[in-house]
């Protein structure tokens, strides 16, 4: 399984909603990643986990909040997004030094 | 971080070889230099990633000059499917105790193939 899944594929929320992006990997992969990607832009990282513990926040605001349960699963909660955070949001897992990051197919996010 | 530099965009026709380079002057020891492709609303898959000379899979090849400051990916006999965004990663990715693994995707080159 070389897989990263992330649900839900689709999402659409209001500005004062909470809703939740959650990603999955069975690879034993010890980092996990979250980009956020807009439309013709690279994507740009928000969040790294390594061992389950947060490793690197880019300066991401609070309403974006990343949780690790375990070592397979990567969540990203949101709250109380703006408009122009609608984007594509990837989740990505590697393994260790120098090899390849499995991307997911990512969740295309609107905020309205 | 080293930062990269791509060409925008490039043009290709079918069964061509396409090469795209890409520029890493201050790229440290421990890095190592990865390729990317992206399709629309897909996320990126991982074509090569090589540290110096030349490195070859079943999709792509790799060449790094000795000085390391640029590395050209190479694809042989392109199809209209190779269409998409390709992206140079420079990096140390190592995750060994406190030191951290980092993706950072530069611009990427959309690579257009016509029939």
């Known amino acids: 399984d070389t897989e990263v899944t992330q649900t839900p594929k689709h999402l659409v929320m209001g500005m004062t909603n909470k809703k939740s992006l959650k990603c999955e990997q069975h690879?034993?992969?010890?980092?996990m990643y979250w980009y956020k990607q807009k439309a013709k832009k690279p994507p740009e990282l928000m969040f790294v986990?390594?061992?389950?513990?947060?490793?690197i926040n880019e300066s991401v605001p609070s309403r974006f909040s990343p949780e690790c349960p375990n070592s397979s699963l990567l969540n990203l909660h949101l709250h109380a997004l703006q408009p122009e955070d609608s984007a594509l949001y990837l989740c990505?897992?590697?393994?260790?030094?120098?090899?390849?990051?499995?991307f997911g197919q990512g969740t295309r996010l609107t905020v309205v | 971080l080293a930062k990269t530099t791509q060409p925008i965009s490039m043009d290709s026709y079918e069964g061509q070889e396409v090469n795209i380079t890409c520029s890493h002057n201050?790229?440290?020891?421990?890095?190592?230099i990865t390729w990317y492709q992206q399709f629309p609303s897909q996320g990126p898959r991982f074509i090569i990633q090589?540290?110096?000379t030349k490195v070859t899979n079943e999709v792509a090849s790799l060449f790094i000059p000795a000085d390391r400051k640029s590395s050209t990916l190479s694809l042989p006999r392109v199809s209209l499917s190779d269409t998409a965004v390709y992206y140079c990663?420079?990096?140390?990715?190592?995750?060994?105790?406190?030191?951290?693994?980092?993706?950072?995707f530069g611009r990427g080159t959309q690579l257009t193939v016509w029939p």
């Open positions: 986990y390594s061992y389950e513990k947060l490793s």
């Open positions: 690879m034993g992969h010890r980092a």
């Open positions: 990505a897992s590697s393994q260790q030094s120098n090899t390849e990051a499995f």
């Open positions: 090589g540290y110096k």
């Open positions: 990663l420079v990096g140390d990715m190592s995750i060994r105790g406190s030191t951290l693994g980092r993706l950072y």
């Open positions: 201050n790229i440290a020891t421990n890095d190592y």
